[in-house]
Nanobody, 119 residues
Framework: QVQLVESGGGLVQAGDSLRLSCAAS????????LGWFRQAPGNEREFVAS????????SYADSVKGRFTISRANAENTVYLQMNSLKLEDTAVYYC????????????WGQGTQVTVSS
């Protein structure tokens, strides 16, 4: 069974940096895409970034391009989201998710980690 556990959230000031981690377990992820999503109060969950486990191909939402970087450490089965130049509007619960590379729908989700950016 796939398990995704996020960590690294917290309270930071605007302009600060934060790194989120997602520890993945339960299977070999070579045919998976791992992604980060976020949901702010009153908003729908939105895509942030994704990375294909084998090729390392990345994709980003326009709102985070140039500020956030997604990466993975294959040996540790961990995906990271480095967030720089944080803005107030980055405040949200951040979720790690996984999907099979040939399927559009993310089937596996973590419990989420809160990121709060203050002025």
């Amino acid at each position: 069974q796939v398990q995704l556990v996020e960590s690294g959230g917290g309270l930071v000031q605007a302009g600060d940096s934060l790194r989120l981690s997602c520890a993945a377990s339960g299977r070999t992820f070579s045919r998976y895409v791992l992604g980060w999503f976020r949901q702010a109060p009153g908003n729908e969950r939105e895509f942030v970034a994704s990375i294909s486990w084998s090729a390392g191909r990345t994709s980003y939402a326009d709102s985070v391009k140039g500020r956030f970087t997604i990466s993975r450490a294959n040996a540790e089965n961990t995906v990271y989201l480095q967030m720089n130049s944080l803005k107030l509007e980055d405040t949200a619960v951040y979720y790690c998710a996984a999907r099979v590379i040939a399927v559009a729908k993310y089937d596996y989700w973590g419990q989420g980690t809160q990121v709060t950016v203050s002025s």
